[in-house]
C-alpha cells in the first residue's frame, strides 16, 4: 500500500465512519475495548483510550506522540485526563484539519500540536518523547519493523512504545483463508497484519 492509497481510504470513508462509527462523537477510528462496564460502542471506544494509557503508564508531565492520530481522539482523551504535551501526526492533512479544529473547540490547542508526517520517518530528534502511543494505526506500515526502530530512536530513555492493533495469531494461515485475509486488508488499506 502506498502512503496516497491509505489516504485515498479514509477520504472516500469519511461519510462511513461519520455514519456509521460516530466519529463526530467519540473523534476515534479505532474499535475499543469491550467490557462489562463498556458495552455500547462510543464507550468502548473511549475505554480503549483509558486501557491503552494504563498500560503505558502514562502520567502526568509526558510529552506524547500519537503516531497516526486519525482526527485526533487519542490526543484530546489523554489531555483531558492527564496534564500532558500530546504530538498527533498522520498522513492525512484532511483529518488533521478536524482534529486542529476539535482541539480548539475543547481549548486544548495550548497541549496538542498536529503534524502531517510518516510516523515511520518523523523528523523529530532523538530522545524527544516518553511515550509513542500507536492506536489501530500501525497496522498501514508495510514494514512494521520500521515503525519500531523510528519510534525507539524519538523515544526518551525509559520511555514507552504503546500499541493496539490488529495481529495475526497464525503466521501460517490455511491456504483456504489467505484469499478473504488479502481482501479483507485491502478493503481497510491495509497492507498486512503484525507478525508478517
Not at 461519520?18 to 462496564?37: C, E, K, M, P, T
Not at 471506544?45 to 500519537?66: H, P, Q, S, T, W
Request: aromatic fraction near 12%.
Amino acid at each position: 500500500m502506498t502512503e496516497q492509497e491509505i489516504i485515498n481510504y479514509y477520504e472516500n470513508c469519511d461519510i462511513d465512519y461519520r455514519l456509521v462509527w460516530q466519529i463526530d462523537s467519540n473523534f476515534s477510528l479505532h474499535y475499543g475495548f469491550y467490557d462489562a462496564d463498556n458495552r455500547r460502542h462510543k464507550a468502548a471506544v473511549l475505554n480503549m483510550n483509558r486501557v491503552l494509557a494504563e498500560r503505558a503508564g502514562v502520567k502526568n508531565g509526558d510529552k506524547i506522540l500519537d503516531a497516526g492520530c486519525g482526527v485526533g481522539g487519542s490526543c484530546l482523551w489523554l489531555s483531558e485526563h492527564y496534564d500532558v504535551q500530546c504530538t498527533g501526526i498522520n498522513i492525512s492533512e484532511y483529518q488533521l484539519i478536524r482534529a486542529r479544529k476539535l482541539a480548539e473547540k475543547k481549548k486544548l490547542s495550548s497541549r496538542i500540536n498536529y503534524e502531517v508526517r510518516s510516523f515511520l520517518d518523523t523528523g523529530f530528534e532523538d530522545n524527544t518523547f516518553d511515550v509513542v502511543w500507536g492506536m489501530e494505526s500501525v497496522c498501514y506500515a508495510n514494514n512494521k519493523k520500521e515503525f519500531l526502530e523510528e519510534a525507539y530512536r524519538i523515544l526518551k530513555p525509559g520511555g514507552r512504545i504503546a500499541v493496539a492493533d490488529g495481529f495475526l495469531n497464525d503466521m501460517n494461515p490455511e491456504p483456504r483463508y489467505e484469499g478473504m485475509l488479502k481482501d479483507w486488508l485491502d478493503g481497510w488499506a491495509v497492507p498486512n497484519l503484525w507478525g508478517q
